[in-house]
């Protein structure tokens, strides 16, 4: 008889993308492209940095003050690293929010705090 295994999840590999949807207000995209092009890095890049500044410095516990998306702007798509994206999904589970208001949040706080 053979060994049966435990299915465990793959991991992803560090260039790995996930795309995330989320409606973006244009000063908030045009904000990560400006600082993107002054850092010479990628828009992906800021937008990572964004999410990995909040998990460290604002969401290590559990945190209620998320900013619902607005109604401005189009839906945009995000490729986020999908460790990073991971992470994120999991303190949208267990702050009980769409894993969109923890991207969104994200990126206004860091954009507001970090200029």
Not at 41 to 50: G, K, L, P, R, Y
Not at 69 to 89: A, F, K, Q, V
Request: proline letters at 5%; one cysteine or more; charged letters at 30%.
């Amino acid at each position: 008889m053979a060994k049966r295994t435990s299915a465990k999840k793959p991991v992803a590999a560090p260039h790995e993308r996930t795309v995330q949807h989320l409606r973006l207000p244009d000063r908030i995209r045009d904000n990560v492209r400006k600082r993107a092009k002054t850092h010479g890095v990628t828009m992906n890049e800021i937008q990572d940095e964004a999410c990995t500044w909040f998990l460290k410095n604002k969401a290590r516990r559990p945190y209620s003050q998320y900013f619902a998306p607005t109604r401005e702007g189009e839906y945009r798509s995000l490729w986020i690293n999908s460790r990073l994206h991971e992470r994120l999904r999991h303190a949208a589970e267990r702050d009980y929010v769409p894993i969109a208001r923890v991207i969104y949040t994200a990126l206004t706080l860091y954009l507001d705090e970090t200029e």
